[in-house]
């Protein structure tokens, strides 16, 4: 059964850096764009960024370009997002999702998330 | 592209029909407009894509409409494990956008 399981998730100090991980399983990763998705406690879903199937082009939210950054490993099947100076507005569970095709950036794959807290 | 969804909060009885409104800032192209469903402490969970397709393995009483600005999701009859929170998502323009969502609740 296709499955995406993050990791990497916990508490940070603000301005510090931390690193998750989504690995895929059961599905054939390298011809599929992946994103990041986060949502705040009690609050709604936000887009965060995106990487195409073969890593060559990527896109993010305005608040959080030039402190992120999403990468893949096609040949471990796993995707990345590094994250530094984060600020307490990071704090979210950050889901990764898979999207289906070209130009069709919904999301048909979601793993279970992983909870970012950053607090002093 | 700016996404309102209403009600915030829709009440409603099991086999009561519902009707969820997600309106856009600017006209989404090629309907490309998504629903999820959202039950606490889990993943979304993809029902219709491209305005009115539904996801595979979605129930036939999960129906979306719409084109322009204007779209809705009608859950025909409603079912106790409908009862969760709604997401519209836009994926016609970056940054690709979700509504603020809404509440499903049992009456």
């Known amino acids: 059964q296709e499955h995406l399981l993050e990791s990497g998730g916990g508490v940070v100090q603000p301005g510090r850096s931390l690193r998750l991980s989504c690995t895929a399983s059961?599905?054939?990763?390298?011809?599929?764009?992946m994103h990041w998705v986060r949502q705040a406690p009690g609050k709604g879903l936000e887009w965060v960024a995106i990487?195409?199937?073969?890593?060559?082009?990527?896109d993010y939210v305005d608040s959080v370009k030039g402190r992120f950054s999403i990468s893949r490993d096609n040949s471990k099947k796993t995707l990345y997002l590094q994250m530094n100076s984060l600020t307490t507005e990071d704090t979210a569970v950050y889901f990764c999702?898979?999207?289906?095709?070209?130009?069709?950036?919904?999301?048909?794959?979601w793993g279970q998330g992983t909870l970012v807290t950053v607090s002093s | 592209t700016v996404l309102t969804q209403s009600p915030g909060t829709l009440s409603l009885s099991p086999g009561e029909r519902a009707t969820l409104s997600c309106r856009a800032s600017?006209?989404?192209?090629?309907?490309?407009l998504a629903w999820y469903q959202q039950k606490p402490g889990q993943a979304p969970r993809l029902l219709v894509y491209?305005?009115?397709s539904r996801a595979t393995g979605v129930p036939d009483r999960f129906s979306g409409s719409g084109s322009g600005t204007d779209f809705t999701l009608t859950i025909s009859r409603l079912e106790p494990e409908d009862f969760a929170v709604y997401y519209c998502?836009?994926?016609?323009?970056?940054?690709?956008?979700f509504g603020q969502g809404t509440k499903l609740e049992i009456k």
């Open positions: 998502q836009q994926y016609g323009n970056s940054p690709w956008t």
């Open positions: 491209g305005a009115s």
């Open positions: 999702a898979r999207s289906p095709g070209w130009a069709q950036y919904y999301f048909d794959l």
């Open positions: 059961d599905f054939t990763f390298q011809n599929y764009a």
């Open positions: 990487i195409a199937h073969d890593g060559r082009n990527k």
């Open positions: 600017q006209t989404i192209t090629f309907k490309y």
